[in-house]
């Protein structure tokens, strides 16, 4: 079965620098991944989804990338903030039937 | 516009208990989702739909039915609560758009 793996679960970093977030996954070529945002007590926020197609995308200062050879994508958070402290979860669709199967998220804390 | 709206936020139930979470997205989106979230475990999908009057099961769905009678809402019902059924469940709904998922803010479900 398809196995979503967010190698680490916790990430602290200080402000300014780079946040960079591992998902990797194994056995299905999805057609597209995506990354969410969780806050504590709320639901899931969709941030960025990357086709197979594509090696990179960029949101303000979001930046995600998938390498279907590797089987992995990685989620980049620069110049972060205090702010960006949640835990990030990254999701795929395996048949692309809109079925999203959700890592279980590195949560990141970002010290000012 | 409201997004997905779930209710309740919280719950307690006993054991052998039955109850219906409540969903409604008003986004007029096709495909409607039903994860329960527990600690270390990820987002888990329990049942899912494509369109009314169509469901399927997904990773979870022991101990849970839903329906889909119209587009905006998606009940999910627990037959006869378990303690193993205490969770934060979230409903999502997405579009055909690859927008990406909206999700509830979720309801805390706890069985006694």
């Known amino acids: 079965s398809q196995k979503i793996e967010q190698n680490s679960e916790a990430l602290n970093i200080q402000e300014g620098k780079t946040a960079t977030l591992t998902c990797n996954y194994t056995n299905y070529s999805p057609a597209y991944l995506q990354w969410y945002r969780q806050d504590p007590g709320r639901g899931p926020v969709f941030l960025l989804l990357i086709r197979e197609n594509e090696k990179e995308k960029r949101k303000e200062r979001l930046k995600v990338t998938f390498d279907t050879t590797l089987k992995q994508s990685l989620f980049h958070i620069t110049a972060s903030q205090p702010a960006d402290s949640a835990t990030y979860l990254c999701a795929l669709d395996m048949a692309n039937d809109y079925k999203l199967s959700f890592g279980a998220g590195t949560t990141v804390t970002v010290r000012a | ?112």
């Open chain 2, 1 to 112: 516009n409201a997004g997905v709206t779930q209710t309740p936020k919280f719950q307690v139930l006993k054991t052998g208990q039955s109850m219906t979470l409540q969903c409604a997205q008003d986004m007029n989106h096709e495909y409607m989702s039903w994860y329960r979230q527990d600690p270390g475990m990820g987002l888990r999908l329990i049942h899912y739909s494509v369109g009314a009057g169509i469901t399927d099961q997904g990773e979870v769905p022991n101990g849970y039915n839903v329906s889909r009678s119209t587009t905006e809402d998606f009940p999910l019902r627990l037959l006869s609560a378990a303690p193993s059924q205490t969770s934060v469940y979230f409903c999502a709904s997405s579009g055909t758009d690859l927008g990406g998922y909206t999700f509830g803010s979720g309801t805390r479900l706890t069985v006694v």
